[in-house]
């Protein structure tokens, strides 16, 4: 996701194209990631009306979160690889898509949680969703405006993102092998990672993507809107406890 593919000999950085292309890989960006929502949102809402929720719950919980973490990683590396690299556009748009459907799977026990906490102590399923899905979605355009608005090349962020995803990756993975809880500031820690990431995404879709990698650009930024809503909903779930 970031300078390192514009580099490359035969691609073009989109902050070397005219206004005109470059206005039109940011539209073709952010159209892409709405419809990695819309997808997500949609295999969520098959999967609860569909009855599959409790049982994808169930086979969560009765296996290792470090297997469940282990293959996602391999899952989004695959699939971010693919989205950045490939020429084809069936690859890249395959890659889109299987990183949403791994997402969505992942998402499923969190969601089954906090469905249940909404209808037992509200009265009204999804409450606790909504409302962790309405601050993401301030949060992320608050920081795209940010990120379009100071025109601030965000890219020195990536060395900080990388060495805090290692150290998080480490305190999560210790956290399910000994059995203690990261608590609340870790998740108000991971909010703000995700926000670094968003504004670092937002700065390399301005500036270093290659003119056609939107699709990798969609599901880059994807990432980080669905890490900042991970940790959002943790955090709603923390506060009716």
């Known amino acids: 996701m970031n300078q390192e593919y514009a580099m490359q000999e035969h691609v073009v950085p989109v902050s070397d194209v005219d206004t005109q292309t470059r206005a039109d890989f940011i539209v073709k960006t952010y159209m892409h990631l709405f419809g990695a929502v819309l997808l997500f ?5 098959y999967i609860f009306k569909a009855g599959l929720a409790k049982p994808i719950y169930d086979a969560v919980t009765n296996i290792s979160w470090l297997v469940v973490l282990g293959g996602f990683l391999v899952v989004s590396w695959l699939a971010s690889r693919a989205a950045h690299m490939a020429r084809s556009m069936v690859v890249q748009y395959a890659a889109l898509i299987g990183f949403v459907l791994a997402e969505a799977l992942i998402f499923v026990p969190l969601l089954y949680i906090a469905n249940l906490a909404s209808s037992e102590r509200f009265g009204s399923s999804g409450n606790i969703i909504s409302s962790a899905a309405l601050v993401t979605l301030v949060g992320f355009c608050g920081l795209t405006f940010v990120a379009f608005g100071t025109r601030k090349d965000f890219s020195f962020l990536g060395g900080f993102l990388r060495w805090i995803g290692i150290a998080a990756l480490i305190g999560i993975g210790s956290s399910v092998l000994f ?20 504004l670092y995404d937002t700065s390399n879709i301005i500036r270093h993507y290659p003119q056609d990698r939107y699709v990798g650009a969609a599901l880059e ?12 909903l943790r955090l709603f779930l923390a506060s009716r406890d």
């Open 221 to 232: 930024l994807f990432a980080s809107v669905a890490l900042m809503f991970w940790y959002v």
């Open 179 to 198: 059995g203690f809880n990261l608590g609340t500031w870790f998740s108000v820690g991971m909010v703000a990672f995700a926000g670094a990431a968003i």
């Open 41 to 45: 949102t949609g295999i969520e809402v």
